[in-house]
């Protein structure tokens, strides 16, 4: 018990201080998304440092675990949880949205093959992550699929055509993970387009859900070891999140889903989350 409270607590400090890159990042390229990134940093921080099986220095092993981004406009989470995991420096983060950059403002598989796909359209990336975990099981591999989206993206039709294929070919591989922040650019999703009841319609896909507190570290430990365990159906992880997580202006406003923090936004911003837990990263 001890020894996951300690893990639990080094990875919290660790999310803290990708949420610090994340604000740094957006500054330095002068434009990106906010809300997205700082809500799901717990997430990839989990996904990066405890539950994927990945090499940085084989990031094209073989036998990796694949993570599939399919809201793409939230990759400075993923940009900064990954060079903290060593797929680079850390000071790479400054280079988001520059030309040449392997950090594009969504994932470019041409210019940097360990993100898995080029993710840009929304909803397309399920099909992709679907397609991986089929043939993975085809091939008799051991590997898990992993999927990262948006609750905004679910009001695509094509996403739940590739819900019915995995249900349907029993997918235990894949693991779908939600962002249940509620906001979209135009708004509140259930203005917008209602999504609920959402755990019901996975469900009726024939997929194991399970609900969680997306910004509570233990529960998305628990819950994506336990999607590991699920071998006769796919399984999605609802996770709940706050947008704008730990930056007070910022939280569950959906006008910052698409716009960067101005340099004095920021810097209040870094204030704020050097405050927290975690305190990492100098002024």
């Known amino acids: 018990m001890l ?29 990106g998304h906010s809300a997205g990134p700082l ?12 539950i994927l099986n990945h ?27 990954m060079l903290r995991a060593g797929y680079g420096p850390v ?7 520059k030309l040449g950059s392997r950090l594009q403002g969504h994932p470019a598989l041409h210019h940097w093959d360990a993100v898995e796909s080029s993710s840009g ?34 009001q695509e039709g094509q996403v739940w055509e590739a819900y019915m294929f995995a249900g349907k070919h029993k997918l235990g591989n894949l693991v779908t993970i939600i962002d249940r922040n509620n906001i979209q650019i135009d708004g509140f999703t259930e203005e917008v387009m209602p999504l609920e009841p959402l755990a019901d319609k996975f469900r009726a896909f024939n997929w194991h859900v399970l609900e969680i507190d997306g910004n509570n570290m233990e529960q998305i430990l628990d819950a994506c070891n336990l999607g590991k365990t699920i071998y006769e159906k796919p399984t999605v992880i609802i996770a709940h999140t706050v947008p704008g997580k730990g930056v007070d202006f910022m939280e569950a406003d959906f006008a910052w889903h698409g716009k960067p923090p ?18 990492i990263q100098p002024e």
């Open 3 to 31: 020894q996951k409270i300690v893990q639990i607590d080094k990875l919290e400090r660790l999310a803290n201080t990708i949420r610090q890159d994340v604000m740094r990042m957006l500054v330095a390229a002068g434009s």
């Open 39 to 50: 809500g799901m940093a717990d997430v990839f921080t989990a996904l990066y440092f405890t």
């Open 55 to 81: 090499d940085p220095k084989r990031p094209n092993w073989p036998d990796r675990d694949r993570l599939y981004l399919c809201c793409g406009h939230i990759c400075p989470v993923r940009y900064a949880a």
């Open 91 to 97: 000071s790479e983060g400054k280079t988001l949205r």
């Open 121 to 154: 359209p929304l909803g397309q990336g399920i099909s992709i992550a679907v397609g991986a975990a089929l043939a993975a099981k085809l091939d008799h591999k051991k590997h898990f699929v992993f999927c990262v989206m948006s609750d905004g993206e679910l």
């Open 262 to 279: 101005k340099p004095d936004e920021a810097r209040v911003a870094l204030r704020e989350l050097r405050t927290l837990r975690g305190r």
